[in-house]
């Protein structure tokens, strides 16, 4: 079955960094685009960046442009979520997910937090 284990969530001060790691099995990981999704205390689900089965197009929400890349290896079956500038508004638990057809978020991994604190 489709398993997906996030990795990398830490204390960290404000201005850090962090790189998530995503490790996937129980499907063909070179074939699916491949999300991450943030959930802060109290809030709602937040889509955080998104990219394609090959790597090669990337899209992100606006608060993380330019602070936040994501990436792929498709030969290790793992994604990651390289963060910079860590904000207090960055503290969340990011979930990595499996997307299906058009955009739809269709299994999820259990979640790892980041907490960004002075």
């Known amino acids: 079955q489709v398993r997906l284990v996030e990795s990398g969530g830490v204390l960290v001060q404000p201005g850090g960094s962090l790189r998530l790691s995503c490790a996937a099995s129980?499907?063909?990981?070179?074939?699916?685009?491949i999300s991450w999704v943030r959930q802060a205390p109290g809030k709602g689900l937040e889509w955080v960046s998104t990219?394609?089965?090959?790597?090669?197009?990337?899209y992100y929400t606006d608060s993380v442009k330019g602070r936040f890349t994501i990436s792929r290896d498709n030969s290790k079956t793992t994604a990651f979520l390289e963060m910079n500038e860590l904000k207090f508004a960055d503290v969340a638990v990011y979930y990595c997910?499996?997307?299906?057809?058009?955009?739809?978020?269709?299994?999820w991994g259990q979640g790892t937090q980041v907490t960004v604190s002075s």
């Open positions: 997910v499996k997307m299906g057809n058009s955009w739809s978020f269709d299994d």
């Open positions: 129980g499907f063909t990981f070179s074939s699916y685009w």
């Open positions: 990219i394609n089965s090959r790597g090669g197009t990337r």
